[in-house]
């Protein structure tokens, strides 16, 4: 992640990396929308064909922004990604979670 990325609100954030995708044919759905300015972005990239990668922002040892799976595995069955969802939402009420189907299971943030 950039390092405005770093300082961009988290809602702003969003807008610009999710609205490019309408144009691709890439859909998206925002499950909950967390702390408008600082929430955690929790990100479930479904390949449609019953798999998902979950991936969640952690800052590393010098407090950059990335990208780390959620899960022990990289790919998971939908139904576990779902239910680990639900459990974060329960435990964190400001965290963002934003489903995307895509094939190739890409994550648009990278590209920020």
């Known amino acids: 992640m950039s390092d405005l990325e770093a300082r961009l609100p988290v809602h702003l954030?969003?807008?610009a990396t999710l609205k490019p995708l309408n144009g691709q044919g890439i859909f998206y759905y925002i499950h909950q929308r967390g702390e408008s300015n600082t929430g955690t972005i929790l990100l479930k990239l479904n390949n449609i064909m019953g798999k998902c990668s979950l991936l969640?922002?952690?800052?590393?040892?010098?407090?950059k922004l990335g990208w780390v799976n959620a899960m022990s595995k990289e790919q998971?069955?939908?139904i576990e990604a779902d239910e680990y969802i639900r459990r974060s939402i329960s435990r964190d009420p400001d965290l963002w979670v934003i489903e995307i189907e895509d094939q190739k299971m890409n994550n648009p943030f990278d590209r920020v």
């Open 56 to 63: 969640v922002q952690q800052r590393d040892l010098e407090g």
């Open 76 to 78: 998971v069955e939908e």
């Open 13 to 15: 954030l969003i807008d």
